[in-house]
């Protein structure tokens, strides 16, 4: 197993753009072209978000003789001239592949030949590697498989951050970093939905939180080394602006409450944020929220400490997150009416030890003191958030 994978890389969660929440396998090289301009345009590049990924569908159906990946005739380009366009602008380039012998929509993958590509990914100019779990796994456990990749990855002369996807399935929160991984999912895929339909494909907003609730991943979390609950929907769905591509996995939008508690777990999670949107087409709303310092600030803060549950019951949750100063601390509201939710900063993760603390809504920017008593009004689906320190 590698060790000497460059592990200064992702000290924070990575902040990006991926393809394929909003153009699945439709996507292209002009497509690619123009998240990376309205990422700058857009402000979203300043406010840190930074690699622009090029999900499944980017290869031809066939290998060259020597099992070289080859793109698609909708990167007439190549990858090596939209890797420098996407570094002219000051962001980092990723492409995709799968530790199988195809990718989830069937196209040849690295299986096998992880030296050959990862040789490939180094001189196209890639930095970002998302490692998907399809196609034939010729036997292979999951460890095996992702370690030959993060063994290539190691023996090349480039540093590429490597996410692995392997959708929570063999526990790779607990062998994610021996084989070299910055991130690894921890759940199965998020669609543009607050609660999917059991018998459909994909996970909902609140179906994702409660599997993160549930799973005891927060040890395995920190600088270098992320649970991914999947990249964000927000953005996604008529009616905050979706192009005419036809997404396979939006389903239907988020309501704006659902985008802000969306956005607002995330980030408490310290998860890693790719935007899956169309970003020709965001709306104010959601560049707004995608960019709010407040919450950026909770997920990228230095500790890098996973939030978790204070107490969740059917109508209210508190969630938590222990900063490098205070904590955040997330009021949600599950139920259909407003509710006020109450809590204590000795019931959460901020530090103890203080009689009065400074609080501050990251939505309104409004401060007061208090002396550890936290009362917030939330509107249903709503997510109140506060950061918290000790004075
Ligand atoms: C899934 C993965 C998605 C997307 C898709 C592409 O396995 O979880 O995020 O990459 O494959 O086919």
Redesign the pocket.
């Known amino acids: 197993m590698t060790n000497d994978h460059p592990r200064h890389l992702a000290q924070t969660p990575p902040l990006g753009w991926n393809s394929?929440n909003a153009f699945s396998?439709k996507v292209t090289e002009a497509d690619i072209r123009a998240a990376a301009d309205a990422l700058v345009d857009t402000g979203l590049r300043e406010a840190g978000y930074e690699y622009v990924v090029v999900?499944?569908?980017w290869m031809a159906g066939e290998t060259d003789s020597a099992g070289r990946l080859k793109p698609s005739a909708d990167f007439p380009n190549g990858m090596a001239a939209l890797a420098d366009y996407v570094h002219d602008r000051g962001l980092k380039f990723g492409l995709?592949s799968s530790a199988g012998s195809h990718?989830?929509?069937g196209y040849p993958a690295s299986l096998d030949r992880e030296e050959l590509h990862a040789e490939q990914f180094a001189e196209w100019g890639v930095d970002y590697l998302?490692y998907?779990?399809?196609g034939d796994h010729r036997g292979r456990d999951a460890v095996d498989r992702y370690a030959a990749m993060g063994d290539a990855l190691a023996g090349i002369d480039r540093e590429i951050v490597y996410s692995i996807?392997e959708?929570g399935e063999n526990r790779p929160w607990e062998w994610g970093r021996n084989v070299g991984g910055h991130l690894w999912?921890a759940t199965?895929?998020l669609v543009a939905k607050w609660r999917a339909d059991p018998d459909e494909f994909g996970l909902g907003v609140a179906d994702v939180l409660d599997r993160m609730a549930e799973l005891d991943v927060a040890a395995a979390h920190g600088p270098g080394g992320w649970n991914d609950p999947?990249?964000l929907q927000i953005g996604n769905g008529p009616a905050s602006g979706q192009s005419e591509h036809e997404p396979v996995h939006v389903q239907r939008p988020l309501t704006k409450a659902e985008r802000r508690s969306h956005f607002a777990f995330w980030c408490l999670l310290a998860a890693p944020l790719m935007i899956g949107a169309d970003l020709t087409s965001l709306s104010a709303f959601d560049r707004d929220l995608l960019t709010n310092e407040r919450l950026l600030a909770i997920d990228q803060d230095p500790l890098g400490m996973q939030g978790t549950p204070d107490r969740r019951d059917d109508d209210e949750e508190v969630w938590s997150k222990r900063l490098q100063e205070g904590a955040a601390v997330l009021f949600h509201n599950r139920s259909d009416d407003a509710r006020e939710i109450s809590t204590h900063a000795a019931d959460t993760d901020v530090p103890a030890g203080s009689d009065r603390y400074r609080v501050q809504d990251c939505w309104t920017g409004n401060e007061w003191e208090t002396d550890g008593s936290l009362t917030m009004t939330v509107k249903p689906r709503e997510s109140a958030v506060v950061h918290v320190t000790p004075r």
């Open positions: 394929w396998c999900d499944d569908c995709y990718t989830c929509q998302k998907d779990n399809c996807c959708w999912r199965d895929d999947d990249m």
